[in-house]
């Protein structure tokens, strides 16, 4: 059912943020793809004789010159708000306790606003893992450019910088910017010129294999693909349009989508050496297990941290908690699959598609 429109008013960046989170909380903004994000359609065999002990199931990983105790990133969620800042801080400092690695949501708010930088700047909080900086591509069609991209990379301390690619939202946002023209050269302008590594990402629709070798070609040195069967942000602007026509025309997108288990595996065998980070929908360390196997490097979690970090009291150590239990899981699927290590599980031989 397609909610009531809302009448036009003008907000700012921050004030859009922090409605992006209230939907995300508060409303059905779940993608509506066929088989979510497509980690039902496979089950790893069984192995009863593991020949493995469960507490030595290796975990460990290492991105962007630093390690991790396990492949998972915190996805980029939010910024530019007071409760955005609040929440971004539990998030790192839960990220610094599991060591994870974590994205920040787009700084275009700090971009336009200095004085909405605190909100990013979390490298206090999480000293010792992985952060990178985001910002939306189409934004180079809108001023943004290499040098503030730096900026923006400085402000956070951030390891390396995302560019996100999010044409449909933008469609759908009643301020949205919908000029893609011309963006793969000014991504590659960006890329590789900016200093530290720079990679793309979709924000829950998806990437194509071929999409996915335009940007590598590019530079990106790292991609995201986020696909669909989590949030959709069609359905999260819904909540927001402040015509009729968006609204109902929106709900006819709720199924759009690449789902993330269909992207993985077609960008890992077109780019056999990418970093490929699988994020979208994932729900479990097992859907985690799965992603790696298809032939992700990372599983990136996102709403499924958000309701624990935007808790209040102490959040960090609600986020740690589920963070665990994500652990717990991608430990424990690989154990019973006999995989001792990321590098077995990635072979992926273990891994089988469910006959329908």
Partial sequence: M?????????????????????????EQVESRSSGGAGF???????????????QEVDLSASWLGR???APLLVSSMTGGTDEAGRINRGLAEAAQARGWAIGLGSMRAAWEKPELAASFEIRRDAPDVPIIANVGAVQLNYGLDADACRRLVELAEADALVLHLNALQEVFQPEGDTNFRGLLRLIETVCRSSGVPVGVKEVGWGLSAATAERLADAGAAFIDCAGAGGTSWSQVERHRARSRLHAEAADAFADWGIPTAECVPAIRLRLPQATLIASGGLRSGVDAAKAIALGADLAGFGRLLLPDAASGGDAARNISARMEQIEFELRTAMFASGSGTLRELAQGDKLKPVRL
């Fill in 67 to 69: 390690k991790l105790k």
């Fill in 40 to 54: 039902d359609r496979y089950r790893f065999e069984h192995e009863a004789l593991p020949e493995l002990d469960w």
């Fill in 2 to 26: 397609t909610e009531p429109y809302r009448q036009p008013g003008g907000e700012d960046t921050g004030s859009r943020k922090a409605e992006h989170i209230r939907i995300c909380l508060e």
